[in-house]
Nanobody, 124 residues
Framework: QVQLVESGGGLVQAGGSLRLSCAAS????????MAWFRQAPGKEREFVAA????????YYADSVKGRFTISKDNAKNTMYLQMNSLKPEDTAVYYC?????????????????WGQGTQVTVSS
């Protein structure tokens, strides 16, 4: 089992920045991808960004490309999401996820472990 705990959410004005963290614990051996997803009220959970846990490749949704940066510190078993130039449409609960899959990293169904989520609210 892998446990994931997110932190860093909050309220920010449009154009501002936030940094989310996801601390992983437990049996992280075998995890190939970690990712951030988000879910706004009344909408489906959507892919935001992913990173190969054993490498450095990163992947982004078009809606956040150029504004968000995903990174990790394997020594600390922690993943980050730096969010800049935030927009009101970025408002959502942000979830950290971990997957053993080697493909389909944009698909929530491929992820085996999930955090509890952290609220990000961007005011206009």
């Amino acid at each position: 089992q892998v446990q994931l705990v997110e932190s860093g959410g909050g309220l920010v004005q449009a154009g501002g920045s936030l940094r989310l963290s996801c601390a992983a614990s437990g049996r992280t051996f075998g995890v190939n991808f970690m990712a951030w997803f988000r879910q706004a009220p009344g909408k489906e959970r959507e892919f935001v960004a992913a990173i190969r846990w054993g490498g450095s490749s990163t992947y982004y949704a078009d809606s956040v490309k150029g504004r968000f940066t995903i990174s990790k510190d394997n020594a600390k078993n922690t993943m980050y999401l730096q969010m800049n130039s935030l927009k009101p449409e970025d408002t959502a609960v942000y979830y950290c996820a971990a997957a053993r899959t080697l493909w389909g990293w944009t698909n929530a169904a491929q992820y085996d472990y999930w955090g509890q989520g952290t609220q990000v609210t961007v005011s206009s």
